[in-house]
C-alpha cells in the first residue's frame, strides 16, 4: 500500500517520476483488462468513503472507479468534519470501517486533520476537474499501442489506478 500518493496530492505536491509511471502504467493495464471485458476486482472487499455535501459528477465517477473494480462505497455527510469533536469520532469509525477517504468539497485543513487522525489514504476531490490526477490524462494514450478511449474512461482508469496503489 502507497499512501504516500494519497498524501503527495492531499498537500498539493504531484507524483514524482516513478510514481507518474506507475500510476500510467497500472492505469493503462487496468484500462486494457475492462476494454477486453475483464476488469479484475482488485478492490473486492475494500471500502471507500467518500466525504461530500451532495451527489455530484466528482462523486459519481469516483463511486464508478471504485466499485468497477470492486471496493463497497459509501457516502458521508460533509457536515462531519464541521466541527474538531466530531472530525476525532469520525477519524475513528473511518479507520474501523474503511481502507481509502476521498473528502470531495472538504476544505484542505480538514482534510489533512482527517488523514492525520484516521491514517488512512485521504483524497481531497478525487474525481474533482482541477484535481491533479487529470494533469496525467495526456501522457495516458502515449506508449500504450492503445486508441485513447472517451476523456470520462481514461480519468476513471487513472482513479482506479491511484487506488489500487493507495489500496493494495
Known amino acids: 500500500m502507497n499512501s504516500l ?11 514524482n517520476e516513478p510514481e507518474r509511471q506507475e500510476v500510467l ?5 487496468l484500462r486494457a483488462q475492462a476494454l477486453a471485458g475483464h476488469p479484475g476486482m482488485p478492490l473486492a472487499g475494500r471500502h471507500v468513503a467518500i466525504i461530500a455535501k ?10 464508478e472507479a471504485a466499485s468497477r473494480l470492486g471496493a463497497h462505497v459509501s457516502h458521508v455527510d460533509r457536515l462531519a ?3 474538531v ?13 474503511y481502507d481509502a477517504v476521498d ?9 489533512l486533520a482527517l488523514e492525520q487522525l484516521c491514517d488512512l489514504p485521504t483524497f481531497l476531490g478525487l474525481g474533482d476537474e482541477r484535481h491533479p490526477i487529470r494533469q496525467l490524462l495526456p501522457a495516458l494514450n502515449d506508449e500504450s499501442g492503445m486508441p485513447a478511449a472517451s476523456e470520462h474512461a481514461d480519468v476513471v482508469s487513472l482513479i482506479q489506478a491511484v487506488l489500487v496503489e493507495c489500496m493494495c
Request: include cysteine; charged fraction near 30%.
Open 5 to 15: 500518493i494519497a498524501h503527495r496530492f492531499l498537500v498539493g505536491e504531484g507524483l
Open 81 to 83: 468534519l464541521d466541527t
Open 25 to 29: 502504467r497500472l492505469a493503462r493495464r
Open 103 to 111: 473528502c470531495d468539497d472538504a476544505p484542505e485543513d480538514s482534510a
Open 54 to 63: 451532495a451527489d455530484s459528477p466528482a462523486v459519481q465517477i469516483v463511486e
Open 85 to 97: 469533536r466530531t472530525r476525532a469520532a469520525l477519524a475513528k469509525l473511518l479507520a474501523d470501517l
